[in-house]
T-cell receptor
Framework: GQNIDQPTEMTATEGAIVQINCTYQ??????LFWYQQHAGEAPTFLSY??LDGLEEKGRFSSFLSRSKGYSYLLLKELQMKDSASYLC??????????WGAGTKLIIKP | IAGITQAPTSQILAAGRRMTLRCTQD?????MYWYRQDLGLGLRLIHY???????GKGEVPDGYSVSRANTDDFPLTLASAVPSQTSVYFC???????????FGQGTRLTVV
């Protein structure tokens, strides 16, 4: 079956750096997405990786290794507003999105 | 403002009643989706539509039906609501080129 694993919850300190990991096993691969979801709100797009390597966008970066079935989202200079859930999603060989359960990130002052 | 609009934003529904959740998008995306999100389970696909006139079943389709008469609208119907359908429902659409998925604001449904 298809599966995406990410930690349920992480805690970090304001101003620090945090890395949220995502491992996946899917039938085919056509890209990996990261979304941010604040409590009570809809998910919003953060990043997209389809080739191996690091994609940087401001304070957020996302890395992909297709051979390892692995990605991470790196958040730098953490701010209180970064407290949210971070969802990893993989587009499989049929171009269907498979979603992880999400990682709840708690930022402490 | 371009995007996806869902209605209602929240609803308390008696078990056994029929309910339609409405979803409209103005981005002219071909693909649309209905997800439910429950604590600890993440987003689960209920039904999808790759283009107007076609629909397909997702991971958890039982008890739900959809229609796609045109590009913009994708309503979700619960024929006879049960308490296990208490959830937050998200309608979404995706840009065929980038694959990015855009979500509506969600409908919080409680079946009692």
């Amino acid at each position: 079956g298809q599966n995406i694993d990410q930690p349920t919850e992480m805690t970090a300190t304001e101003g620090a750096i945090v890395q949220i990991n995502c491992t996946y096993q899917t039938s085919g691969f056509n890209g990996l997405f990261w979304y941010q979801q604040h409590a009570g709100e809809a998910p919003t797009f953060l990043s997209y990786n389809v080739l191996d390597g690091l994609e940087e966008k401001g304070r957020f970066s996302s890395f992909l290794s297709r051979s390892k079935g692995y990605s991470y989202l790196l958040l730098k200079e953490l701010q209180m507003k970064d407290s949210a859930s971070y969802l990893c999603a993989v587009r499989d060989g049929n171009y269907q999105l498979i979603w992880g359960a999400g990682t709840k990130l708690i930022i402490k002052p | 403002i371009a995007g996806i609009t869902q209605a209602p934003t929240s609803q308390i529904l008696a078990a056994g009643r029929r309910m339609t959740l409405r979803c409209t998008q103005d981005m002219r995306h071909n693909a649309m989706y209905w997800y439910r999100q429950d604590l600890g389970l993440g987003l689960r696909l209920i039904h999808y539509s790759n283009t107007a006139g076609t629909t397909g079943k997702g991971e958890v389709p039982d008890g739900y039906s959809v229609s796609r008469a045109n590009t913009d609208d994708f309503p979700l119907t619960l024929a006879s609501a049960v308490p296990s359908q208490t959830s937050v429902y998200f309608c979404a659409s995706s840009d065929g080129g980038s694959g990015r998925t855009f979500f509506g604001q969600g409908t919080r449904l409680t079946v009692v």
